[in-house]
């Protein structure tokens, strides 16, 4: 029976993958987005008098095996360790060394000082306004401060988009990833009025990012030491998963951020070994493909969990505080990227003030907002009421941000680049 279900549940995963996918090709709707409402609905279907039929058969057995598989991973952070390293060595294998010296400054920026910045508006704003307490507020802001880009490259995608405005917010998604977590990390450990100074805090997290570079330097450099003693697709390849999880697991081991040790190996990977003559042109093209196919994997997962996540019925009973909790956040947003972007160059010119609105609207939020909610969870630091009034606001922004500003992103970037010539500079 044990099986059987196992069997079941994978097959009507692969069966939403292959769904999503189509209806994101036949309507031009970004398969992530499309994954959240798939997630949703099937979680509200075996709820739903479907009779007794095949179809609810099966809904009523793979949709609490699914869901409890993604409790387990989400509890003892095997998300954040198993999905998103694939997701951000994928993205950083593919930004270029012209594109990444051009925008890494105000990328860096963004992910830092802007995370803080905005860290700092959006709790004030919901402590002040919707009046809960300060430490809830700060650990909201904290907890849904990552952006995440995979949806907005979607959006791009079916349009003419300057590759450095692309490599701008890949690369700060990437990094604002690690900065979150440090930030989260920092404020569970202070829980219990043992707040730490900022002075440990910034030593904290420059520890997390110079020991989490040097790792993914050093780990990518082994490999492609490796890669040119040898010529076989299914080694090289298999060296580069190695190589992924290595690098993660030995930053996470000496208490590094893995995150940035990822981001590191794959912009080293995707600028020295795959442009040197470490790999030849089929082996390129066998990695490419197969990073290609474990990104929409972990997209699949990720997505499909904020569905799974996603309740209607705390939607509509937290309407307000919701609300509050998103416009906090996009008011949040654009105090960190209009100040930044207008005070940065990319090539030497001036960023273009359409560039900052799409950022501002391209701070779309993801799965690692909901995966340190469950961390957070998991921990018993923070109990009911608190801990519900923070579940509500999360999945209601991450929710908001998917449906309100990917729309808003879509047509505005065609208005301003879809007539435009293709740019690469």
Known sequence: MIDATIEIA????????????????????????????IGIAVTILPLAALGNNPVSEILQVSVPWIRSIYSQMVGTGLFVGLIVPPLLFEAMMHIKRRELSAVIRPSFILATVGVLLSTAVASIVIWKVAGIPLSIALLFAVIISPTDTITV???????????????????????????????????????????????NGAEFFLYNFIAGTAIGLTVAWLAKKIHSRVNDKLAETTLTIAAVYGTYVLATGIGASGLIAVTVAGLYFGNSTMDGKAISKPVKQSILSFWEIAAFVGNTVAFLFIGFETSLVIFFQAAGLILIAYLSTMLARAVAVYPTLALSKVADKKIPFSWSNIATLGGVRGALSIALLATLASTATIRNPEMSTLTAMVLGVVFLSLVVQVPLLSNYAKRIFERQKPKHA
């Not at 939403?16 to 996918?21: A, F, G, H, I, T």
């Not at 490599?167 to 404020?187: G, P, Q």
């Open 153 to 199: 490259l979607q959006v791009f995608r079916h349009m003419r988009v300057p590759a450095k405005l692309s490599t701008l917010m890949d690369l700060e998604a990437s990094l604002n990833d690690a900065t979150a977590i440090v930030l989260f990390t920092i404020l569970l450990s202070s829980v219990g009025l043992q707040y730490s100074s900022i002075f």
């Open 10 to 37: 994978l097959t009507f995963f692969l069966m939403l993958m292959v769904l999503s996918q189509l209806i994101s090709i036949k309507f031009r709707i970004p398969y992530t987005l499309v994954l959240v409402f």
